[in-house]
């Protein structure tokens, strides 16, 4: 299914003179400097194809495929008119002997290359001049450019030829793109001969069968591909005695398409691209939706010069969804979600879902409903994953993230399904160690708690965007009382440096009984510094938070669910405390939290 997809996904953007997309025996590679000659060979220049603000590493080209290379032979193996200083200059990565001996090797590999297409070509004068630039010493001449130095600072830094009346590379040129799905790395096939063929599993077709299949960058360090069988010499390995890729039969042409638009997906300018956690995520549909223009700005970190992207898009996805004015397409497009992870020489599929863009706009929107919280006015009305997730990592930084939670967070809303545990049990861990329930753990426990309740059918009322002074539960009342408690101390000692939230707030949530008959003795101290008015007006409050508290008493002990409760009882009345109101007796102090 993955591979069907991605193989459609592939005939989708060829189909698209605009798209960019490789056509076959071609794929983008960054090369970071171009060797420019003349048709008589003669050296140019050493042109680098970066700039500082958008291309440090150099520009991606679309050159003849990368060829895989592997064990002590990988030097036999070349790409067409392309590779790294090695093959082009037989320059080593070190002094090493080993390492001289393996680039002059290479080297070779990639003169005898040049050789062959001119047999193959030999109307391409592109080629022609990449023969003279060596016959006439062309490699001491780049050895010799002030160029050089940079080239080695880059590992493995990849070079091509360029002519200097030309905008393309010669590796680029028409001539050689109808030769590039023929190179094998060594040789030109021309004939099907000693080659496995039989019916592929992708598109049903029968043709010649992917020995191995190509990497994908942009997941693991170095690229690596997503399917493979490493141990050669292992029965286990071999299903009926059949090697690496002859065990999942894939023709070439499928392995190509659905490794191109894999690595389309993933390369790093891409719109259809997100990051959870160390999970790649990328996501495409069948044809053109908003799912596919909106998903990542609804998951992704926010765009930084356009910071209202988020909101925007999804106060359109909640306009649509509960108006009920989606395009009646979308409940027949197709939209798929593939997040993968790093493996050790492979790539791991995370998870895989698939659906129509009716369905997942319906999660989407069920996921930011179960988020909306009252918050301060400067404040975003909506918060992506990445920025709710830092909200509970240690120091807010991205790489405390809890392993694995973003991953699991992600498949649960594309689910529709609880939250995890571990969600939820972070946000209160986080709250207990800086004991502050700021705008974005107050929202990951609503929706955590919501979520629960719906799925796990629990006899519990769901919280609400703001105050809900109908809510009894005795976490949520008590919460609300340390809030109230807090606020008057703030009144009474103005520009207090530690308030009892300081001091008091993990065990007032964990056990209530051994604090709050201490924090309301505290209170009548408090309540006379105040104004009789704003007396009155807190005495009435605290009367009507304690009602049903006092009278079963304080808990001895709150479980982790009702610590939540209180949490969010403590952010709805301090919310509630910086809102206007028709009424006049609490008048607003600030502009919210």
């Known amino acids: 299914m993955i591979l069907q997809a991605l193989n459609d996904y592939y005939e989708r953007k060829a189909a698209d003179p605009e798209s960019g997309i490789a056509p076959d025996g071609f794929e983008e590679k960054v090369i970071p400097y171009i060797i420019v000659i003349d048709f008589d060979g003669n050296l140019v220049n050493v042109q680098f194809t970066g700039d500082d603000v958008n291309h440090k590493k150099g520009k991606s ?7 895989q290379k592997s064990g002590k032979d990988a030097w036999k193996t070349t790409n067409l008119l392309w590779d790294h200083y090695g093959y082009l200059l037989g320059q080593p990565k070190s002094d090493e002997e080993k390492d001289i001996e393996s680039a002059r090797k290479q080297h070779q590999t990639f003169l005898s ?11 391409c004068d592109g080629v022609r001049a990449i023969k003279r630039f060596y016959d006439a010493d062309g490699v001491n001449k780049v050895i010799g450019n002030e160029a050089w130095n940079s080239i080695q ?7 091509s030829f360029k002519i200097n009346s030309q905008n393309w590379l010669i590796a680029q040129d028409p001539l050689v793109q109808e030769l590039a799905s023929l190179w094998t790395g060594s040789e030109f096939e021309d004939s099907q001969e000693n080659k496995e063929v039989g019916i592929c599993l992708v598109s049903g077709e029968y043709g010649e069968i992917a020995r ?3 990497p994908i960058s942009g997941v693991n360090k170095k690229p690596a591909p997503l399917l493979a069988v490493n141990n050669l010499e292992s029965p286990a390995f071999a299903s009926y005695n059949k090697k690496q890729g002859f065990n999942f039969p894939t023709t070439t042409n499928s392995a190509f398409k659905y490794a ?10 891409s719109a259809q691209k997100l990051r959870v956690g160390d999970a790649a995520v990328v996501f495409w549909s069948d044809k053109t939706s908003h799912i596919e223009d909106d998903f990542g700005a609804w998951f992704d970190e926010p765009d930084k010069d356009n910071p209202d992207r988020l909101t925007d898009r999804v106060r359109a996805l909640l306009k649509a969804v509960d108006s009920g004015s989606l395009p009646p397409e979308d409940n027949e497009t197709r939209f798929f979600i593939l997040g993968l992870s790093p493996n050790a020489s492979r790539i791991s599929v995370r998870f895989w879902h698939a659906g129509t ?69 972070s946000a209160i861990r ?3 160690a800086e004991r502050d329930v700021r705008y974005e753990r107050a929202a990951i426990i609503k929706a955590c708690l919501n979520r629960k309740k719906r799925f796990q059918i629990l006899n519990e009322k769901e919280m609400t965007v703001s105050l809900d002074k109908d809510n009894t539960n005795p976490g949520y009342r008590i919460g609300r009382l340390f809030a109230a408690l807090e606020k008057i101390q703030e009144e009474a000692s103005p520009g207090i440096n530690a308030t009892i939230r300081d001091r008091y707030y993990s065990s007032a949530s ?40 006092t009278s079963a008493g304080f808990p001895s002990q709150l479980n982790l669910q009702d610590q939540g409760r209180f949490a969010i009882g403590y952010y709805h009345q301090r919310q509630a405390f910086f809102t206007k109101s028709d009424k006049t007796e609490s008048k607003p102090t600030d502009q919210g939290e």
């Open 61 to 67: 080209f679309l050159v003849p495929m990368w060829q």
């Open 113 to 123: 290359m040049v050789n062959k297409v001119i047999e193959k070509l030999p109307e």
């Open 153 to 159: 600072a880059i590992t493995g830094c990849n070079l």
């Open 212 to 214: 191995l299949h190509r």
């Open 260 to 269: 191109t638009a894999l690595n389309d997906l993933l390369k790093p300018q």
């Open 357 to 425: 863009v009716v369905e997942y706009s319906h999660k989407i929107a069920g996921h930011f409903h179960d988020l909306e919280i009252s918050h301060g006015p400067r404040q975003r009305d909506h918060l992506s994953i990445w920025w709710l997730l830092r909200s509970i990592a240690a120091l807010g930084k991205s790489e405390n993230i809890p392993p694995n939670l973003a991953g699991d967070w992600m498949r649960a809303i594309l689910n529709g399904s609880a939250y995890p545990e571990t969600l939820f049990q």
């Open 430 to 432: 986080r709250i207990h």
């Open 510 to 549: 964990g056990t209530p009984a051994s604090v709050f008959p201490i924090l309301l003795r505290m209170k009548n101290h408090h309540l006379g510094k105040l104004e009789k008015g704003r007396e009155v007006y807190f005495e009435k409050l605290l009367g009507e938070v304690m009602g049903e508290v």
